[in-house]
């Protein structure tokens, strides 16, 4: 019996000292992956903050004629002689001043995270996240394959280990964006051209990109990832189901519910990943009910990172904003609503505005919206639905006078409907063929904080 005994625990020990040969939740397959549950706690989060912040938030320019136009993308666009971008930067810095003399003229002066997480959470976000490296190959955290890195360069600082600490003092979930390829890392272009901070490697995948996302992960634990830049080649050149079994499986040892978005190579997109990303639009083709959970995510103007030549109007007014809210969680989207601060480290004014009044509206209506789930109508006229257990919301965008009609819901008889921050119950009545008419009387006032957007509370089973 004590052979038996012993031989049983030597076994044990044998097998937890050799990792390689305890079984791994997640295997390197597109079966395996897609076989990850995408967390409740997004599903229910539906509003995140995003930031895109770095070394481009010092020319901060993009030209404003486009619908869309990325200042983060000023590294690239300055080499391209038909973008405006090159006419800009060489009359104002001048033809031999090169995207890497703005390093040391980064300074995050008044980069203050604790500041950025409790704005987070007066926006109404659940969770938030940032840039960890961007197309133009700059680190936001000590890595130790390249010097080309915040803590070595620029603002001489681990700006990711403080970003996690404050948003996890806040109770936010907390993420990471991280793009695959750099625009002109000669470990990815084979050119041979001046980089600075760069260690020498044999290959730009196998020694360099992947052991920085485990790197990451080892350091800071995030509970996502947003990745992108992939769209250069197939995922078998990126080797991304390698990465996302290494990052699912060091999470489940963790107990940590983690989830990605759906950049893993060319042509990927909307194909695997715990998350659809669209960017700026998700109307077209997205009419009916998604059944996979999606994010739209776009800033308040018309770029990521920080635009100096942004005016008020290229901004979302609070009321677009909101709208756009409203009828994305209808659909089964979260909203990744994303600011670039400036390269001291300041959110704008005109991206500050309209993410509080969304706070604001969100302290009345948040039922409506977090902790929901999409309804099996979306959309009927001007009202959006969502439902959460026995009851549905109806968020109208527009106000409707004395009487509010719905087609689509049916109370359970007895049924007390309100509107969100107004108190009392409100009269209302059914019939085949009207539907369901919800009287607001004209003397009863309606809610503060509510100018935008109105929701009732209707109980249906």
């Known amino acids: 019996m004590k052979l038996k005994l012993a ?37 229910d989060a539906k509003i995140g903050l995003s930031m895109h912040w770095g070394v481009y938030a010092v020319p901060a320019w993009a030209p404003r004629e486009k619908e869309i136009s990325y200042a983060e993308w000023y590294g690239r666009r300055m080499m391209e002689p038909k973008n405006p971008t090159y006419t800009y930067h060489r009359k104002k810095y001048g033809e031999s001043f090169t995207y890497d003399d703005f390093i040391p003229m980064w300074k995050a002066e008044s980069y203050k995270p604790d500041e950025w997480a409790k704005f987070a959470k007066q926006m109404g ?42 948003a996890r003092k806040e109770g936010l979930k907390v993420g990471l964006y991280y793009s695959l390829y750099e625009w002109f890392n000669p470990l990815y272009t084979g050119k041979d051209i001046p980089y600075s901070g760069l260690k020498k490697v044999n290959n730009y995948v196998d020694d360099f990109m992947i052991p920085q996302i485990k790197e990451l992960i080892d350091l800071y634990h995030p509970d996502f990832f947003f990745f992108d830049g992939e769209w250069d080649h197939p995922e078998p050149f990126w080797k991304m189901k390698e990465v996302v079994a290494y990052y699912y499986n060091e999470a489940a040892k963790r107990n940590q519910e983690v989830f990605v978005n759906d950049r893993f190579g060319k042509e990927n997109r909307g194909k695997h990943g715990d998350l659809y990303n669209v960017e700026y639009s998700y109307e077209k083709g997205n009419e009916g009910l998604l059944t996979h959970k999606w994010s739209f995510w776009q800033g308040i103007a018309k770029t990521f990172g920080y635009n100096q030549d ?24 979260n909203f990744d609503i994303n600011v670039g601060p400036t390269a001291a480290g300041l959110i704008p004014e005109y991206e500050q505005y309209p993410l509080l009044k969304l706070g604001e509206w969100l302290k009345v209506n948040g039922e409506a919206i977090y902790g929901t789930r999409p309804w099996t109508t979306q959309v009927e006229g001007d009202a959006r639905f969502t439902s959460k257990g026995e009851f549905v919301f109806a968020t109208f965008l527009k106000w409707q006078g004395e009487e509010f009609k719905l087609k689509a819901v049916k109370p359970l008889e007895g049924s007390k409907i309100t ?3 107004v108190p009392g119950e409100l009269e209302w009545k059914w019939n085949t063929a009207d539907g369901l008419t919800i009287v607001y009387p004209r ?13 009732f509370k209707i109980q249906v089973k």
């Open 7 to 43: 031989c049983l625990m030597a076994a044990f020990t044998f097998l937890f000292a050799v990792p390689n040969l305890v079984a791994q939740p997640y295997q390197a397959t597109w079966e395996s992956l897609d076989s990850h549950k995408m967390p409740d706690w997004y599903h």
């Open 125 to 166: 976000a659940k969770y938030m996240f940032i840039t960890s490296k961007h197309h133009d190959g700059f680190c936001l955290w000590p890595t130790k394959y390249t010097d080309r890195n915040a803590m070595k360069m620029g603002p001489k600082k681990d700006i990711l280990g403080e970003y996690f600490k404050a």
């Open 310 to 333: 942004t005016d008020m109007e290229d901004c979302l007014s609070p009321k677009q904003f909101i709208d756009k809210t409203i009828d994305g969680v209808a659909r089964n989207g």
């Open 419 to 421: 509107m969100l921050g």
């Open 443 to 455: 003397d009863k006032a309606r809610p503060t904080l509510c100018s935008y957007a109105w929701a």
